[in-house]
């Protein structure tokens, strides 16, 4: 546990896992602005028979996409906590468990995104208030991933900040 503790300490003055933090905030900027910018949330999208057509066809399911992104953000956690155990390269350990958790936070939000902003495209034609709610429901896919990796962001800086003081 003391092996893990001072690797740890290393790594928080490491400017590698520094940029392991850069790299997350960008991730958490670009979902907070996907969240105001989105213009299937917004409703300014201009969809075209054809797209709503091809969304009320289709069904948005998880597919071997998500079970795979799931699966490679488990083995990049495994990964990284046990490089991290032995002291193997401190900082690529730190962004193999960083990068492994935010995949699996993060890939469900993203699957029921591209749900939210299928469904929101087949209602096209529907009521205001169906349109209103599938925008709405697709707005709280957006807030949730956005809320993931801003806490996500924050967790990983107070850790940092904890083993460096």
Known sequence: MNMLLSELQVLAYNPWAWAVVGVLALFSTHAVIQLLACPYARGTATISDTDMSQAQNSKAHP??????TMLG???LTVTGLFMIAKGIS???ALAAVVGGIVLIQTEPARLSIRQQTYAVISHRDATDEARENARERLRGSHRALASINVF???AVVAAMLAFKG
């Open 90 to 92: 401190p900082a690529i």
């Open 63 to 68: 597919g071997a996409r998500f079970g795979l």
């Open 152 to 154: 996500l962001l924050l």
């Open 73 to 75: 953000g488990a083995a």
